[in-house]
């Protein structure tokens, strides 16, 4: 039985409610609405609010330089910006009314085939995949619903300097290599061979990534969906598998569980830290970190996950927030200004030395290593990514969330019971329970 | 609550409450009763937090929750908080009572061992993160003492519980002493002096004078811990999110609802946490049926 | 030595144990915010002295970079607004339920009771849905009515006190040709002094102190209270532990200020606002 909840559930405690209920019954007429590009930038008139994960930049000015470039081809549209420190619970909260901004990143949350409802649709598949990259990640029926300003290819971030130091000039190509690398930096060095980031959490998730690297798959969201993500031999496995031998030889930082994000990143650049597993887009933080620190911005390197197949490194490039218009905006035609604008004249993808979402523009300088050593980028498949997450949420496992990376790390030292066979096992049950109900 | 029969029943006055009751009510009801109410709804569904639509399950998710018996374990966490609150209720009452007798500097202890419940709780969790961070405050004390360590404090469950029941402590006990103390020192002062000429020793004055003469507020602190103990949330949410053994049922039921986004289900939770905290009043007011005390 | 002198001893030597352990995280993080960035980075312990004891640049980089200002304005217009509705709200139902005898008097009195008990996190998205629809989002209104709306201690505080004014003195109004309202504004509210001292300080540092409320309904940075500036030093000074301290003291320096200054209304406050 299906319920309009508006309705229904408001209605139910009337008695209580009266007022509220006046008012959140909301009329769903906007859905299906399509956002389109203005014909004269100079004719769009009003006020948007965007609303964004990087408190950092909205903090530092650097999103208002933006606006004032924007607003050089676009005079008439003012645009604000709400940093939101929490992005998924609290964005999660406002999308519970009408009020969740003109332009914002979908959020986890929404099941791919609500989009329809929640944002207004940017053009067809057929149109924008011919421009951009990652447009399946958000195409349903056809439309597309939201477009990434950056990508991103999931890998080390690491201080060559200490590497070189310890004697290790290439990079390794199994697991078992890079973690002999790891015990050679720390006899060698005074370096902290890894750093977890255990006690920010996301950083933990950024290790879901591996998924694709190690069997080289277009196909390996799709794998997720149909399989068991920690069998034998799995990416996911393999990944879990060097997390949990990394802590568990002694290699990882002495306290997880006060770690320091910020910390971390002059840590990285001065070579206390050796080698933490990020993305692409961490190198121009950590080089950053180096200037303010005094350190070398060169000595900041990037490699792939140790696996290779047929003999080359696989790295795979996935979306990051991808930005929509709210359904709701009243101003759609200037919100869909500022994510053309945002997404092609920005630089925001250069600035972060991020791969351009157009498919048409060069590899960034951090990715120059990876076309020397001939790693092959892959773009996943994503064609099955919301059954993925329906079995995530459904197993209450969470590949994107941190908690049972947490729990593999307190495995390995120690400080909660149980082999890690047994643990992944366990979430290997889960998963195929939940996909079995799902499935039936 | 004493009977208050004292407005003749003239007519027309009957609506007179009710003008003076208009907005209290209509605020309690809006801000209170119907965030409650929806989210009873919403126990009695699958939804999950932002889709617009969602299916009527019945009493669904109470069935797993009573089936899923490892949801329930987190209640251990909370055994924690509860020896916590002991530790705190005795040592507020030790501190009440020495400093309702006359002691140098007693405005000054008195003012220090209350002054931590009125601290800002974002600033609590950034004190205590450095606190026990690895070369922190505390790393750096034990070394003043020669006892050097190597201890993560936040490293095991059974190392992060307890000292996150110790900052709660910390952070709770002053409002403790200051109620004890009140209540001690409305205690009529010829007792004492009665008990000084017969030669009472302090112990027996606090058995007999003192004891009985705190028992309300006593009784309800007990209540206040046992419900504070099973719906602890802010100190590890902030500190440890829950990592490590951490989790409390009201973070774990925040987790269900923003990361699992089974909200539904987490809703039957929160009502379960509410039906317990319920409960637990009920036993207390049965077993000390004070009038002399109201819950706060 | 008698025995006298050595519980004496005792007594004082776990007066002092405690004063220290209440005061050493507070000392520690007062020490480190007069520290400089480049001591912190060359592994300053965390019981050092700092070099420069009046070494204020982290107040001022946390004031500035952090907005406190605006932050201790916006906390400032809450406190009025949401303080000076609660008294009013919370009086207004005290009086109602003690001088007047109504139907229903014992459910109503029953559901601000139990409303007491609800454990607040879980309820957020149903509040937040009710909030937004009144227009209050992102704007000060929104913590003050949540303030004024959910809180039961002031009212039970306000009952307890009115209990203890004579009835007489309300009939004697009444004689005169008083109405319910003239009573209550005329009669009441001036001897309810005591009691919305209580209430103002004991309202004042949960206000004061609130994260939750201003973290969720007011996102923009404009709107920063002085919990969630705090909150905010997180991300861009989160490796600088000196200027997090500042920020730390700079929001605890107010509390302790008006703590001394009122210490006996607060004790007073506190104590009945659990007894009568």
């Known amino acids: ?440 | 609550m004493a009977d208050t029969a004292r407005e003749a029943a003239r007519p027309g006055r009957r609506l007179t409450p009710w003008l003076f009751l208009a907005a209290p009510l209509t605020l309690l009801l809006t801000f209170t009763y119907a965030p409650i109410a929806n989210m009873i709804a919403y126990s009695f569904t699958d939804w999950d937090g932002v889709s617009p639509e969602l299916n009527w399950t019945g009493a669904g998710n109470y069935s797993e929750l009573l089936t899923r018996s490892e949801l329930f374990e987190v209640f251990f966490v909370s055994g924690y908080y509860l020896a916590a609150s002991v530790v705190q209720i005795v040592l507020a009452l030790y501190f009440a009572t020495v400093l309702s007798f006359d002691v140098r500097f007693r405005n000054f202890f008195k003012g220090v061992l209350f002054f931590p419940y009125l601290v800002n709780g974002v600033a609590i969790g950034f004190v205590f993160l450095y606190f026990f961070q690895d070369g922190g405050t505390l790393d750096s004390v034990l070394s003043l003492f020669g006892a050097g360590t190597d201890h993560a404090w936040l490293g095991t469950p059974f190392s992060a519980n307890t000292s996150l029941a110790g900052v709660s402590v910390w952070r709770h006990m002053g409002l403790n002493f200051v109620l004890f103390l009140g209540a001690i020192q409305s205690i009529p002062g010829e007792l004492y002096e009665a008990a000084e000429i017969d030669g009472a020793t302090r112990w027996q004055q606090f058995r007999h004078i003192i004891a009985p003469g705190i028992r309300p507020v006593l009784s309800l602190s007990v209540i206040l811990s046992v419900s504070g103990s099973l719906s602890v949330f802010e100190i590890p949410y902030i500190m440890t999110g829950g990592a490590t053994g951490t989790e409390t049922f009201v973070i774990q039921t925040v987790k269900l609802a923003f990361q699992f986004n089974k909200t539904g289900l987490a809703s039957a939770a929160a009502v379960v946490l509410l039906l317990i905290v319920l409960a637990v009043t009920w036993v207390q007011r049965r077993i000390v049926p004070d009038e002399k005390v109201d819950l706060v | 030595m008698t025995r006298r002198t050595v519980t004496r001893t005792l007594v004082y030597l776990s007066l002092i144990l405690a004063a220290l352990v209440v005061l050493l995280p507070l000392t520690v993080v007062l020490l480190t915010s007069l520290k400089s960035s480049e001591e912190m980075a060359d592994g300053s312990g965390a019981l050092a002295l700092p070099d420069d004891p009046l070494n204020f640049d982290n107040y001022v980089t946390a004031f500035q970079d952090g907005r406190m200002l605006s932050a201790f304005g916006n906390t400032a217009i809450i406190l009025v607004a949401a303080i000076g509705g609660t008294i009013l709200i919370g009086s207004m139902t005290a009086y109602a339920i003690d001088r007047f005898h109504f139907r229903f008097r014992k459910p109503v009195l029953a559901l601000f009771l139990l409303a007491a008990l609800v454990p607040g996190v879980t309820t957020q998205v149903a509040t937040f849905q009710i909030v937004n629809s009144f227009g209050m989002f992102d704007s000060l209104w929104a913590p003050i009515a949540l303030h004024m709306g959910t809180d039961i201690v002031s009212i039970y505080i306000f009952l307890q006190f009115i209990r203890s004014i004579p009835v007489s003195l309300d009939e004697a109004a009444r004689l005169d040709g008083a109405g319910a309202f003239t009573v209550y504004r005329k009669v009441i509210l001036p001897l309810l002094k005591p009691a919305i001292a209580t209430v103002v300080i004991v309202k004042g540092i949960n206000v004061y102190n609130d994260f939750y409320i201003p973290f969720l309904y007011m996102p923009s940075e404009d709107l920063g209270v002085i919990s969630t500036s705090l909150f905010r030093f997180k991300g861009p000074f989160g490796a600088h532990w000196e200027t997090i301290s500042a920020g730390a003291v700079l929001v605890i320096l107010p509390t302790l200020i008006v703590f001394l200054f009122l210490q006996r209304f607060i004790y007073n406050g506190f104590m009945r606002g659990a007894t009568k």
């Not at chain 1, 309705?7 to 509220?20: E, F, K, Y």
């Not at chain 1, 408190?55 to 607003?71: H, P, R, S, W």
């Not at chain 1, 070579?271 to 970190?289: K, N």
């Not at chain 1, 990037?302 to 290779?308: E, G, T």
Request: glycine share 10%; charged share 25%.
């Open chain 1, 1 to 440: 039985m299906h319920l309009n909840r508006r309705t229904t559930l408001t209605g139910s405690i009337a008695l209580l409610a009266l007022l509220a209920a006046a008012c959140t019954g909301t009329g769903g007429s906007s859905e299906g609405a399509d956002a389109k590009a203005p014909d004269d930038p100079s004719e769009v008139k009003g006020s948007i609010t965007v609303l964004t994960h990087r408190t950092d930049l909205v903090q530092d000015g650097t999103m208002k330089k933006y606006a004032a470039e924007f607003n050089k081809t676009y005079p008439g549209v003012e645009v604000e910006f709400d940093g939101l420190t929490d992005y998924e619970g609290e964005v999660k909260i406002r999308m519970n009314t009408e009020n969740y901004g003109d332009v914002l990143m979908i959020p986890a949350v929404i099941e791919k085939k609500d989009y329809p409802k929640f944002f207004a649709s940017l053009g067809t598949k057929a149109e924008r995949g011919a421009r951009y990259r990652f447009t399946d990640y958000s195409t349903v029926d056809g439309k597309v619903y939201g477009q990434s300003p950056i990508g991103v290819v999931p890998g080390f971030v690491y201080n060559k300097k200490v590497w070189n130091d310890a004697g290790v000039t290439d990079w390794p190509t199994t697991p078992d290599e890079f973690l002999d690398d790891l015990r050679a930096i720390r006899s060698r060095t005074d370096a902290v061979p890894y750093y977890t980031n255990f006690k920010d959490m996301w950083p933990l998730t950024q290790w879901t990534n591996v998924n694709g690297s190690v069997g080289c798959d277009t196909g390996a969201t799709t794998k997720l969906a149909e399989g068991d993500p920690w069998a034998e031999g799995a990416d996911l496995r393999v990944a879990d598998t060097l997390l949990h031998d990394i802590v568990r030889g002694g290699l990882a930082e002495k306290d997880p569980t006060t770690t320091n994000w910020e910390a971390s990143k002059p840590g990285l650049a001065k070579g206390e830290i050796a080698t933490m597993w990020l993305g692409s887009w961490a190198v121009v933080q950590m080089r950053d970190a180096a200037r303010q620190a005094g350190a070398d911005p060169a000595d900041i390197g990037f490699m792939p996950f140790p696996a290779q197949r047929d003999g080359t490194f696989c790295a795979v490039t996935s979306p990051d927030y991808q930005q929509a218009v709210n359904v709701h905006s009243g101003h759609k035609e200037a919100a869909r200004a500022w994510i053309d604008w945002f997404t092609d004249k920005s630089g925001y993808a250069e600035a972060n030395l991020a791969l351009s979402p157009l498919k048409d523009a060069p590899l960034p300088d951090v990715l120059e290593p990876y076309r020397e050593a001939g790693v092959k980028l892959l773009d996943l498949d994503d064609g099955k990514g919301a059954e993925v997450k329906s079995i995530d949420n459904m197993s209450e496992v969470g590949i994107y969330k941190p908690d049972y990376r947490q729990d593999v790390v307190d495995l390995a030292r120690g400080a909660r019971e149980g082999s890690l066979d047994d643990f992944l096992g366990d979430l290997g049950k889960r998963w195929s329970e939940a996909r079995n109900s799902l499935g039936s």
